[in-house]
């Protein structure tokens, strides 16, 4: 399986956990840009940076990477994060951009 093929697995995973948790979901599909997924409901919005990787030593993200996440403009009401899927690890580990 491509990394491509393997990412968009786990982001239309994520999106089915969001979604099971009421929340609605779009999935930005083969965008480069920032965010791979926006979640909102009734009271949150999110914008998440999906990131599937092979163990905890591995969930880094650049100096760069963070600090375009960070210069990103999103509503006040909006939370910028990071969801790490590590293979064979059930759940996600969430970072917030601040």
Sequence with gaps: MSKYSLGANI???IKTHLEENNFSV???A???GCF???AFNNSVLKFIQVKYVKDKKH??????????LKKMIVPDIATKEIWFRIKKV????IFKVH
Excluded: L
């Excluded at 969930?59 to 375009?68: G, Q």
């Excluded at 059930?90 to 580990?93: L, N």
């Design 59 to 68: 969930m880094k993200v650049t100096k760069d990477e963070y600090a375009r």
């Design 11 to 13: 982001e239309r995973e």
């Design 90 to 93: 059930k759940g996600y580990t």
């Design 36 to 38: 791979d997924i926006v």
């Design 30 to 32: 083969g965008s480069k």
């Design 26 to 28: 779009i999935r930005s």
